[in-house]
């Protein structure tokens, strides 16, 4: 039988140290933070989307234009709009909260 996990079974994490400062106005670290955080799902999204159109399109599943064509249904448009907020929700952190960071 397995020893169940508790807290206090699990490694102490580092304390949170002060907010990292970049530069003097923290509302620019802030938007720093934010536009890293943009620029790295920009770069990942992307990637991935010119991998999976030339895949559907060399393999004769759908073309671009049928992508370009798309309207999603009910059900599909409530899940984009439900991943749109997480998504603001996430990068408007970085404006109306300080971000902490971790000690190494």
Known sequence: MQTPITAASLPERAPLQPEQVFFNDPATD???????????????????????????????VLTRADLDAYQPDAESAQAIASDRQAFVKALMDHVISRQKSRGA
Do not use: C, Q, Y
Request: glycine share 6%; proline share 0%; hydrophobic share 50%.
């Open 30 to 60: 802030r938007l720093l933070g934010m536009i890293m955080t943009l620029s790295a799902e920009v770069w990942v999204l992307s990637d991935r989307m010119r991998s999976i159109e030339h895949l559907l399109d060399t393999r004769g």
